[in-house]
């Protein structure tokens, strides 16, 4: 079974410019959420996904947006990028039924805002 | 609201030697506990998980956790240290919308505990 799939896996950007990051979760998993990792901050989540509805948000401002399709994938948006935008963006699937709550990680996409 | 600590932010062993990695939880209910590593410029990858029944679980590369409910606590531990081992550990706890069939469905992580290994 193939796992979590982020693509790109790195990118560079300038501040102002928007981003979108790509995650294909496992077959079957129909919970894609999305983690930032940075130095500072350590791990933090950013919102989570179940058929297409976001169930939940974590505290970042506006500019940090997602979706997901029929298909179980997710995308994430940043617009109007920050330098402190740079980070690991994670993100990870669950069966969102019948489950335990285990994430499973993808390799992260890198991004970098000069 | 739940919360994780990770008291210790690097940890160095000799390989070969005996690891515990703390971890203490803030939470109401008996909570969902995981752990995680990081390898550098990969993502996390579960090593084992708690949720109810037996105290000790054990999972893979030969780690295992306590849970100890009176301290809060969920301790990782391996008996014996090996070089492939130095990564980034993650304790983990389950929170947001508990799931219909248990869980939750988002992750409160620690800060994180970095560990080097020395031949």
């Known amino acids: 079974k193939a796992g979590v799939t982020q693509t790109p896996r790195y990118l560079i950007k300038t501040r102002g410019q928007q981003v979108t990051l790509s995650c294909s979760p496992i077959?079957?998993?129909?919970?894609v959420s999305w983690y930032q990792q940075t130095p500072g901050q350590g791990l933090q989540f950013l919102f989570e996904y179940f058929s297409e509805t976001q169930r939940n948000k974590g505290n970042f401002p506006g500019r940090f947006s997602g979706r997901q399709f029929s298909n179980s994938r997710s995308e994430m948006n940043v617009s109007t990028l920050e330098l402190g935008d740079s980070a690991l963006y994670l993100c990870?699937?669950?069966?969102?039924?019948?489950?335990?709550?285990?994430?499973?990680f993808g390799e992260g996409s890198r991004l970098t805002v000069l | 609201a739940q919360s994780v600590t990770q008291p210790d932010i690097h940890i160095t062993v000799s390989e070969g030697a005996s690891l515990e990695l703390r971890c203490n939880y803030s939470y109401g209910a008996t909570p969902y506990l995981f752990w995680y590593v990081q390898s550098p410029g990969q993502g996390l990858q579960l090593l084992l998980k708690?949720?109810?029944?037996?105290?000790l679980v054990q999972g893979i590369k030969g780690f295992e956790a306590e849970f100890k409910r009176s301290q809060s606590s969920f301790n990782l531990r391996k008996p014996s240290v090996h070089w492939s081992d130095a990564a980034e550990y993650f304790c983990?706890?389950?929170?947001?919308?508990?799931?219909?069939?248990?869980?939750?469905?988002?992750?409160?992580f620690g800060a994180g505990t970095r560990l080097a290994v020395h031949p």
């Open positions: 077959s079957g998993h129909r919970s």
């Open positions: 983990a706890v389950g929170a947001g919308i508990p799931m219909f069939s248990g869980g939750y469905n988002k992750l409160i």
């Open positions: 708690y949720f109810s029944g037996d105290t």
């Open positions: 990870a699937s669950m069966t969102g039924e019948r489950n335990t709550g285990e994430l499973f």
